[in-house]
Nanobody, 124 residues
Framework: DVQLQASGGGLVQAGGSLRLSCAVS???????IGWFRQAPGKEREGVSC????????HYTDSVKGRFRISGDNAGNTVYLQMDSLKPEDTAVYYC??????????????????WGQGTLVTVSS
């Protein structure tokens, strides 16, 4: 079975950094990992994703230049390095997985394996 477990959330001041980790297991096919977030009262949104074998990545506009997604060589852990954090980045962050047949990690709407969330709080 596919399992994903997110960790690394916490409280940080605006301008600070956090690194989220997603431990991945169980995929038997090429796959992609995405990071999503849901702020209070808002819909869940896709933040970033990586296609594991090609290392192709995607970022939503609001995090470009501040967040960086990466994976270890084995694809067992995917990281989301978050720098220059803003209060509007406050949300529960989730990692999710998608078995893929191409070289893209999109679209966000097809991700169907989900881990539990980790809370990121950015204070002003």
């Amino acid at each position: 079975d596919v399992q994903l477990q997110a960790s690394g959330g916490g409280l940080v001041q605006a301008g600070g950094s956090l690194r989220l980790s997603c431990a991945v297991s169980g995929f038997t096919h090429d796959y992609a990992i995405g990071w999503f977030r849901q702020a209070p009262g808002k819909e869940r949104e896709g933040v970033s994703c990586i296609h594991i074998s090609s290392a192709n990545t995607h970022y939503t506009d609001s995090v470009k230049g501040r967040f960086r997604i990466s994976g270890d060589n084995a694809g067992n852990t995917v990281y989301l390095q978050m720098d220059s954090l803003k209060p509007e980045d406050t949300a529960v962050y989730y990692c999710a997985g998608l078995a893929t047949y191409g070289r893209s990690c999109l679209p966000f709407g097809l991700y169907d394996y989900w881990g539990q969330g980790t809370l990121v709080t950015v204070s002003s």
